[in-house]
T-cell receptor
Framework: EADIYQTPRYLVIGTGKKITLECSQT?????MYWYQQDPGMELHLIHY???????EKGDLSSESTVSRIRTEHFPLTLESARPSHTSQYLC?????????FGPGTRLTVT | KNEVEQSPQNLTAQEGEFITINCSYS?????LHWLQQHPGGGIVSLFM???GKKKHGRLIATINIQEKHSSLHITASHPRDSAVYIC??????????????FGKGTHLIIQP
């Protein structure tokens, strides 16, 4: 059973608001990821981290930012939400063998 | 063209049928993952393959590195197998901290 958590699970928010999506894992994994999945589409890597104080952008350009101050915590922030940010955001962590996924946050920006 | 292609996109079958989902990829990889996504979005890792074949219960996954092709089989399918099955690869080119590149998924419905 994977111990990776995301909050909130669902979020409906107005345009222009700042939001932070939380992701935490208790497995001590150094590698963590954020993926974005639009409805009916494939997942795309938007951010990743090799460890504390390491963050990089992924394959898909995103206006979001991430931070990694603690091993177990990898939050994603949108400074000013827009309707184009409506999507599902999935966090994952890896022991370099398996990837473990969180339950996802379904974000709707109105 | 996507680097990871799955077929079929949609599959409806009767309970008990043998199911095959195919995945082809066009890049060098170090590993291939089969994932299961249920309504509501949660993703579970089913298999990670770098060669050969793996079996877990009624699920079997195979990979042919030379042909850049993998298959996921479900024997004695059951309605609880209904989900989206996703093929994902870890590219050899590195970077992305081993982040995955995904296919679009196969929507499987097993009718009782």
């Amino acid at each position: 059973e994977a111990d990776i958590y995301q909050t909130p699970r669902y979020l409906v928010i107005g345009t222009g608001k700042k939001i932070t999506l939380e992701c935490s894992q208790t497995m001590g994994h150094d590698k963590m990821y954020w993926y974005q999945q639009d409805p009916g589409m494939e997942l795309h890597l938007i951010h990743y981290s090799y460890g504390v104080n390491s963050t990089e952008k992924g394959d898909l350009s995103s206006e979001s930012t991430v931070s990694r101050i603690r091993t177990e915590h990898f939050p994603l922030t949108l400074e000013s939400a827009r309707p184009s940010h409506t999507s599902q955001y999935l966090c994952a962590s890896s022991n370099s063998y398996e990837q473990y996924f969180g339950p996802g946050t379904r974000l709707t920006v109105t | 063209k996507n680097e990871v292609e799955q077929s079929p996109q949609n599959l409806t079958a009767q309970e008990g049928e043998f199911i095959t989902i195919n995945c082809s990829y066009s890049v060098g990889i170090s590993a291939l993952h089969w994932l299961q996504q249920h309504p509501g979005g949660g993703i579970v890792s089913l298999f990670m393959l770098s060669s050969g074949k793996k079996k877990h219960g009624r699920l079997i996954a195979t990979i042919n590195i030379q042909e850049k092709h993998s298959s996921l089989h479900i024997t004695a399918s059951h309605p609880r197998d209904s989900a989206v099955y996703i093929c994902a690869v870890r590219r050899l080119s590195g970077g992305g901290a081993d982040g995955l590149t995904f296919g679009k998924g196969t929507h499987l419905i097993i009718q009782p």
